[in-house]
């Protein structure tokens, strides 16, 4: 979707298609990403030198802030001071601010062998150019030393570029774990280098509250931190020793330093305040703003705390003397209110809820919940701000002029633009990245989901059967990261990157190059997150680890797919990390004992793509096995025989395609050992995870046999159920004993109890490998 071209860039763009301009081979070295919209390379090149000069308006302030990257880089990695002028010669820079380019963030950058001349409509505009001359400029530009022997070469081009998307952004949430305010600039600079233009920053949940509040201090002195485990949610905090505390905030200082901060690099924080759900941490330092119960009193405190304020006059009160404080610290045009999830049990119960629904005449909670959030929407709308909210505030009907955050899909998107509203995408599919990014074994925890890198960028915000205009209510996109299972900066930045990458060229290129395309550019582009020390992911291929026993030797084989041509993998046996000086993989690893086996390709000696297998070889890896009942096609991945592979599945999570699942079943498998052999234990492997439904076993019975008919118990085990998540391994005994057959069954523990998540259904149960010795 274009929105608002220059006539300049639409010119171009029209001369390229009628004189059937195709991009020269030079094309394939400009490395930008997010990928410009019309750019024409030319066999020459303009280098930067000592003599170089800079002009530009000098009283524009704004001007001014949009080059500094360029002055300060320059000045760090090369040792080059940049001298103004007013007066152009040969070798300088020119840098001006025209009404030619009308497209608000858009610029024209061309670069000669005598000059590199920038024209945009705005600073923002300028800024943008100047990542991308960054860009074309050797990747140790990005060093904070400085470098040598290095000539400061770019390629003479003609670029005309402006974003797809008004939007474009990342959300952070810091509510669930606190991140230290340098991880906060950190990422505005790698925002900013990408052309992203907006953080939105996820300040409250029911597991912390970040805000400073100078008014309800109890808020941060209370809320902001949680008693004991690092994702304990009980808030029994008025017992809480000191030393048991989890969390931090923010204080209103540090916030407007960090608006400023972004606001040089053309970025806008958005805050979100949680309503009405979300609620716990605001509601255990202020539990008057809670519901009563049905006969009228409050709810015990602190064991049934709630998750949703309740409709009180006195809640909104407090919550738009909250909003004050926070848009007296953030002057962006959005508010973030949220509006998700809430349950609204309460509602349907407390009689100060069930009076206001009728005093309202409403005939639904829903509708309670629209009466909520049009209130909250008329004060920040009184206050000259607009409202966002995640898609569920369109239940009940919409607040006038609410911005829908579309999180559930697409659809609560398309809804709200058949109505006439404003929409940022970022459905679960392509744009969380709390999901995992790849299958391998070796991935850190994650909220469950696959979200790989080739999905983010085969993502378009505009989804089909929209009108135009409706289409150009689609105002942008969004990569949000729900950090549940994401407790570091580290970890967080491994979560974004290179996906956010991805995401900021699907919000900014017109015209989407191929994939394979776009990862030769990001190739080049990881070396300079080297720079800034950032923990990407080593998947940007995604490549693959299958495995399969030789029917003669039994002997375990793996092979690695996925490898685009022209690349070479090496790798480890040990669980190093595989370098240039690895065993280059030219086909079938065979595995003929207990191995973990990295896999990866190097790329100008950077791991660029890694792929882990741990193997178990015993005596029932690769023999014939047998299933009473398969297991569900949603976890079946592996295969039926993926419990005998030699293959241990991911410790942490239970969908990497080795662990079989079962829901409300039990797993019943026969391993034939192909003649009588003596054993001493079967080991098993089971999942544990009863937020996602998953429980170990009640009971594990093993039972051998000589003909495969008639089977005699041996072993059984039973009391085996835990409060720690992810794998674990239950070894069985069976004392010296010789059987051909093998047989294991693992009973499911049945109907989930009340009170737990998914009560009332089926347990599910998770088998991973069986090994035999």
């Given at each position: ?9 639409l ?29 024409k ?78 024209e ?12 991308s ?52 600039e950190?990422?505005v ?7 992203m ?16 509040s ?14 004991g ?10 017992s ?37 759900a ?5 509601l255990?330092?202020?539990?008057q703003?809670?519901?009563l119960?049905?006969t ?10 709630q ?7 006195s ?14 610290v ?40 629209s ?23 369109l ?39 709390d ?16 979200t ?8 378009h ?12 209510l689609?105002?942008?996109?969004q ?18 990157f ?47 680890m ?23 993998v090496?790798y ?13 993989y ?27 297998k ?79 439904w ?27 159920q ?52």
């Amino acid at each position: 979707m274009i929105v608002n071209l220059s006539k300049k860039i639409l010119a171009l763009i029209s001369l390229l298609l009628v004189i059937g301009f195709s991009q020269t081979a030079f094309s394939q070295t400009i490395n930008i990403i997010p990928y410009p919209n019309a750019i024409k390379v030319m066999p020459e090149e303009f280098v930067i030198t000592r003599a170089t000069r800079i002009i530009y308006n000098q009283q524009d302030k704004d001007l001014a802030v949009a080059i500094t990257p360029l002055i300060l880089k320059l000045q760090k990695a090369a040792g080059i001071k940049l001298k103004t002028t007013n007066t152009l010669r040969s070798h300088d820079i020119l840098i001006r601010l025209t009404d030619n380019i009308t497209q608000p963030e858009g610029y024209h950058l061309e670069i000669s062998p005598d000059n590199i001349k920038i024209e945009a409509g705005t600073p923002a505009g300028v800024f943008y150019a100047v990542q991308s001359l960054l860009q074309l400029l050797p990747t140790e530009i990005e060093s904070p030393t400085l470098a040598k022997n290095l000539q400061w070469k770019v390629p003479a081009v003609v670029i005309d570029d402006a974003p797809a998307f008004a939007y474009r952004g990342l959300m952070l949430d810091v509510a669930r774990h606190f991140m230290p305010y340098s991880f906060l600039e950190k990422m505005v600079d790698l925002m900013a280098m990408q052309k992203m233009n907006t953080l939105h920053l996820h300040l409250t949940d029911s597991q912390g509250w970040r805000f400073e509040s100078k008014k309800y201090p109890k808020l941060t002195t209370i809320g902001a931190y949680r008693k004991g485990s690092a994702f304990n949610t009980t808030y029994d905090y008025a017992s809480r020793p000191n030393d048991t505390l989890y969390g931090g905030f923010y204080t209103q200082d540090q916030l407007r330093k960090l608006v400023a901060y972004a606001q040089s690099k053309f970025i806008t924080i958005i805050p979100e305040i949680e309503m009405p759900a979300h609620s716990e941490a605001a509601l255990a330092a202020y539990p008057q703003f809670a519901c009563l119960d049905s006969t009228g009193k409050a709810f015990p405190y602190p064991s049934q705390i709630q998750n949703e304020f309740c409709t009180k006059d006195s809640t909104f009160i407090f919550l738009t003397d909250i909003l004050t404080e926070v848009m007296d610290v953030f002057p962006s045009k959005y508010i973030h209110i949220a509006g998700d999830e809430a349950s609204k049990v309460n509602w349907r119960k407390c009689p100060i809820c069930l009076q206001r629904m009728k005093d309202e005449h409403l005939n639904s909670v829903d509708e309670l919940q629209s009466y909520f959030i049009k209130r909250i929407e008329t004060f920040v709308n009184q206050k000259g701000r607009r409202i966002i909210g995640w898609d569920e505030i369109l239940e009940g009907g919409l607040a006038p002029n609410a911005t829908v955050m579309s999180w559930r899909g697409e659809q609560g998107g398309v809804d709200a633009a058949k109505l006439g509203h404003q929409v940022i995408m970022t459905p679960g599919e392509y744009c969380y990245f709390d999901h995992y990014q790849s299958l391998d074994s070796s991935e850190p925890p994650a909220f469950e989901g696959l979200t790989t890198l080739a999905t983010v960028y085969g993502y378009h915000p505009v989804p089909d059967g929209l009108t135009p205009e409706q289409a150009k209510l689609i105002i942008g996109t969004q990569g949000n990261l729900w950090t549940e299972s994401v407790p570091t900066p580290q970890h967080a930045e491994y979560m974004y990157f290179p996906r956010a990458i991805a995401l900021a060229e699907v919000a900014w290129t017109i015209n989407k190059q191929p994939y394979n395309q776009f990862l030769s550019r990001l190739l080049s582009y990881i070396n300079r997150l080297d720079y800034y020390h950032v923990n990407y992911s080593r998947h940007m291929f995604d490549i693959q680890m299958t495995t399969s026993v030789d029917s003669v030797t039994k002997l375990v084989q793996a092979r690695v797919a996925g490898v685009p041509n022209g690349y070479y993998v090496y790798y480890t046996t040990d669980g190093s990390h595989p370098t240039v000086n690895s065993l280059k993989y030219t086909g079938p690893i065979i595995i003929t004992k207990d191995a973990e086996v990295n896999a990866g390709v190097i790329y100008k000696g950077i791991l660029v793509d890694e792929v882990n297998k741990t193997f178990t070889i015993n005596k029932a890896t690769g023999r014939t096995s047998t299933l009473v009942t398969p297991p569900s096609k949603s976890y079946n991945k592996g295969g039926e025989h993926a419990w005998n592979n030699g293959i241990l599945g991911n410790d942490n999570r239970f969908n990497d395609g080795e662990w079989l699942g079962w829901s409300g079943q039990d797993f019943d498998g026969t391993i034939d050992l192909g003649t009588s052999q003596y054993m001493d234990t079967v080991t098993t492997r089971f999942f544990n995870k009863p937020s996602d439904w998953v429980y170990m076993p009640q009971w594990v019975s093993i039972s051998v046999s000589d003909n495969g008919t008639d089977f005699k118990e041996v072993a059984r085990q039973a009391d085996l159920q835990t409060n720690t998540d992810g794998s674990h391994n239950l070894k069985i005994g069976l004392g010296h004993i010789s059987a051909r057959y093998v047989r294991i069954v693992a009973k499911c523990d049945g109907i989930i109890p009340k009170g737990l998540p998914g009560e009332g259904n089926q347990a599910w149960l998770f088998v991973d490998e069986v090994e035999v010795e």
